[in-house]
């Protein structure tokens, strides 16, 4: 891919990236899109997070995106298992990577090609978020009893329109809104980090793990 090679100098310099010969980590996803605004994604780890060996970054980027960064998302141990999954949008047929740093500075991507496009210019109309609910959030638990000492999964969702400026009717006196953070903690110790933007789709939803060890406060930002 002729995208690829400045996007990687930009966000890695000359670092090596390893192919995924240690099944480090995966990314999941329909290689035709229905929707080009709203393509569900999985990056996966497929290594356990501990104290000596775990990732601890995992960039999301749709190659020919106007803006490809799609989200960085920081892990910890405590995040019990590094994987997240989301909605992206897609502006043209492109590559999905997604790159994982591991604590030790190595370096690992998994990749797809995706044929959708349109998602970043579609309308913003139908993302219409009234705005007493702008920003509200809600958490979903897979189980509906938490277990201590392994991951648990959980759903955050959050109403925002998640606007693109590129969008046809988008008003151009307008300064779009769109997430640029979500913080994730238990007890204090950092769960999830993400850094994110217009790449994910309308109503941002992300689906993650963490490992509490007791009881406590899960808390989202």
């Known amino acids: 891919s002729p995208y690829w090679g400045p996007i990687k100098q930009l966000m890695f310099g000359d670092r090596v990236i390893n192919p995924d010969e240690r099944d480090v980590v995966r990314v999941y996803l329909n290689m035709r899109a229905d929707d080009a605004s709203t393509v569900p994604v999985a990056v996966k780890s497929q290594i356990d997070q501990t104290d000596k060996d775990y990732i601890k970054s995992i960039y999301l980027i749709v190659e020919r995106n106007p803006s490809p960064t799609a989200g960085v998302f920081q892990f910890t141990p405590s995040s019990g298992r590094a994987q997240v999954e989301t909605r992206l949008r897609f502006e043209d047929f492109s590559f999905v990577r997604a790159v994982a740093e591991m ?56 109403r925002h329109p998640n606007e693109s400026a590129l969008a046809s009717d988008f008003d151009a006196e307008k300064v779009p809104q769109f997430v640029r953070s979500v913080k994730v903690s238990f007890d204090g110790r950092p769960v999830m980090d993400a850094q994110v933007d217009f790449s994910l789709s309308d109503n941002p939803n992300f689906r993650f793990y963490f490992n509490p060890q007791s009881k406590g406060e899960l808390k989202i930002e």
């Open 103 to 158: 604590n030790d500075g190595k370096l690992y991507m998994s990749q797809r090609w995706v044929k959708a496009a349109g998602g970043c210019s579609a309308p913003n109309g139908k993302n219409f978020v009234p705005e007493a609910f702008l920003g509200k959030m809600k958490l979903r638990f897979d189980d509906e009893t938490i277990s201590y000492g392994k991951p648990n999964l959980v759903q955050l969702m959050i």
